[in-house]
C-alpha cells in the first residue's frame, strides 16, 4: 500500500514513513551500530548507581505544588508534531516559547543524539515507523517514575497503546501515545447497491468478514468491470492478524495459519483479477470513475475523500456522499497508523516538555486539531468530545466517521515494536513478493521467510537477550 502522508501538510512537521502496512517495508536507516550501542547500554543503565538516579532527578520536573500555566516560563524545542498544537500550547502558556524547527532525517539525528548525548530537542513525535527502534534503547525518561508518574494516566488510555509505548523489558514507560489508529475499508455504497448488495456499513462488515462471501461478491462485481485491491500485498496486509514479527520474549510470529490464510487469498484475489494494478495516479482515476469501488488504509485517510472549508479536494472527492467506510475483509483489525510523544533524559527543560507532552495528547484543544485529519486518540475520555459524536461527515453520505473509527479502539490488534523489526520487515516484504509472483504453496513461503529472518537477525537477537535476561 502507499506510504503515510498527513492530510495537511503545513500543520505537521517532517513526515515519515511507515513500516509494515502503508508500506511493505521500512526504510533504512544506516545506524544499526548505534542502536545496538544504545541496546546494550539499556542493560547497563539499569544497573546504574543510586547516585547517577539522583543526578538525573536533578534535571526532572519538580513535584511540588500544581502550577498555573502562566507560572512556566522558558524555551522548549520540539520536533515533529503539529504546529497548530504548539501555537495553541503557547497561547495556553503565555510565557513559554516551543520552537518548532524539525531537521531532516529527524529520527535519525535523535537517534544519534541519543548515542552521544548531546543534539536531542526536549520533545519528540515518533511515528509508527521508528518507535520500535527505542523500546530497548537507554536515553529517554521514564514517564512511570517520578516526578511525571504517568502511571494515573494509564486507566485513561487503551491497553494496546499503553504495551506500545512500554519498553521491552515492561519496565519502563517511554513515551506517550497520542495517535493510534484502524485500518479500514472505504467503499463506493452507491455501486454495492447498484449490484444488489447492502451499502450501509454495518451490513457491508458483516458482508465481506466472510471470505467466501466476499470473494463471490467480488467475483460477480468484476464481471461488471469492478476491481477491490491495488496490489496483490494489499491483500495480505487486509487479512493478515495484525501482530508484529517477534512478541516480547523474542519468538517470531507469523508463522501461523492466520499468515497461511491471508497468503492464500491473495492468491485467490490474483486468480479473480481483482487487483488494478497501476500507477498512483491510474489508480485514483480508477477510483473516481467506480471501477476501483474499494481503498483500502488507516481511517486518516478521510481527508483523501473530503473537500476542505477552503475549497482544497483531495485526491479521490468526486464522488461525494457515495463513499462509506467499513470493517475489513476477511475479519481482521489491524491498527495503521501510530504516533507517541517522548522525552530525551537530556532535554534541558523537562518540567516544560511534559506540559507540552499532557497538553498535546489529553486537552480537547488539541484534540480538534488532531480530530480535524482523522487521527485518533488512544486516551479515551476525548472519545466523546462533540467533534467525534457529532460530526456527519459530507464525504461519506453524514456517516459518522471518527465515531466510528473510535468504537474500533479496544477491537484492535497492532504490532507492539521491537527492535529486530527493521530487517523482519524488509525480508517480510521482498519474500512475499516474491512467493505470491510466483504462486508458490504459502506454508513455504512462510517458513523461507521464517527461515531467513531468523538468521539475518540472529545477532541482534542473542543481543537483546542478554539485555534482557533471557
Not at 515519515?16 to 547500554?41: C, D, F
Not at 531537521?103 to 530537542?121: H, Q, W, Y
Not at 467506480?290 to 481511517?299: A, H, P
Request: glycine share 8%; with cysteine.
Amino acid at each position: 500500500m502507499i506510504s503515510e502522508m498527513q492530510a495537511n501538510g503545513t500543520k505537521r512537521q517532517g513526515e515519515s514513513t511507515l513500516y509494515n502496512g502503508e508500506t511493505r517495508t521500512m526504510k533504512k536507516v544506516p545506524l544499526v551500530s548505534l542502536a545496538i550501542i544504545m541496546m546494550l547500554g539499556f542493560v547497563l543503565s539499569a544497573c546504574g548507581s543510586d547516585g547517577d538516579k539522583g543526578k538525573e532527578a536533578s534535571t526532572a520536573p519538580n513535584a511540588g505544588a500544581a502550577k498555573k500555566p502562566e507560572d512556566f516560563k522558558g524555551e522548549i524545542t520540539v520536533w515533529k508534531g503539529y504546529n497548530d498544537v504548539s501555537e495553541l500550547f503557547m497561547k495556553k502558556y503565555p510565557n513559554v516559547k516551543v520552537k518548532m524547527d524539525t531537521p531532516e532525517k529527524a529520527e535519525d539525528k535523535f537517534t544519534t543524539a541519543l548515542a552521544t548525548g548531546t543534539g536531542a530537542p526536549d520533545v519528540i513525535d515518533l511515528s509508527q515507523a521508528h518507535f520500535y527502534k527505542y523500546k530497548a534503547m537507554d536515553g529517554l525518561e521514564n514517564l512511570l517514575g517520578a516526578p511525571y508518574n504517568a502511571m494515573d494516566l494509564k486507566r485513561d488510555f487503551t491497553e494496546l497503546s499503553w504495551d506500545m509505548a512500554t519498553t521491552l523489558d515492561g519496565k519502563r514507560l517511554f513515551g506517550l501515545p497520542w495517535r493510534i489508529t484502524p485500518m479500514v475499508m472505504f467503499y463506493r455504497a452507491d455501486i454495492f447497491e447498484e449490484n444488489g448488495y447492502p451499502s450501509d456499513p454495518d451490513s457491508v462488515g458483516k458482508l465481506v468478514a466472510d471470505p467466501n462471501k466476499f470473494f463471490e461478491m467480488a467475483q460477480k462485481m468484476r464481471a461488471k468491470g469492478h476491481y477491490f485491491f491495488r496490489k496483490t500485498e494489499e491483500v495480505t496486509d487486509v487479512a493478515s492478524p495484525g501482530v508484529g514479527y517477534y512478541d516480547s520474549n523474542l519468538n517470531y510470529l507469523r508463522n501461523t495459519d492466520a499468515f497461511a490464510n491471508a497468503i492464500d487469498y491473495a492468491k485467490r484475489a490474483t486468480q479473480l483479477d481483482l487487483v488494478f494494478a497501476g500507477s498512483k495516479e491510474e489508480q485514483d482515476r480508477a477510483l473516481n470513475s467506480g471501477k476501483l469501488v474499494t481503498y483500502f488504509g488507516g481511517i486518516y485517510r478521510l481527508s483523501t475523500f473530503q473537500i476542505d472549508e477552503k475549497g482544497n479536494k483531495g485526491s479521490l472527492s468526486e464522488n461525494q456522499g457515495k463513499w462509506r467506510v467499513t470493517t475489513l475483509p476477511f475479519g481482521q483489525t489491524p491498527g495503521l497508523g501510530f504516533g507517541m510523544y517522548v522525552i530525551p533524559s537530556q532535554s534541558k527543560n523537562k518540567e516544560l516538555a511534559w506540559e507540552y507532552i499532557k497538553f498535546a495528547v489529553t486537552s480537547p484543544e488539541a484534540q480538534d486539531i488532531f480530530l480535524k485529519t482523522a487521527d485518533l486518540s488512544p486516551y479515551k475520555p476525548n472519545w466523546k468530545l462533540p467533534a467525534v459524536t457529532q460530526k456527519a461527515e459530507p464525504a461519506m453520505g453524514g456517516q459518522k466517521v471518527l465515531q466510528f473509527g473510535f468504537s474500533l479502539m479496544e477491537k484492535m490488534v497492532y504490532q507492539r515494536g521491537n527492535p529486530l523489526d527493521e530487517k523482519a520487515s524488509t525480508i517480510w516484504g521482498t519474500k512475499l513478493t516474491e512467493g505470491l509472483t510466483k504462486n508458490q504453496d504459502s506454508r513455504a513461503v512462510l517458513k523461507t521467510i521464517l527461515d531467513e529472518t531468523e538468521k539475518a537477525v540472529s545477532i541482534e537477537k542473542e543481543a537483546l537477550k542478554k539485555t534482557l535476561g533471557k
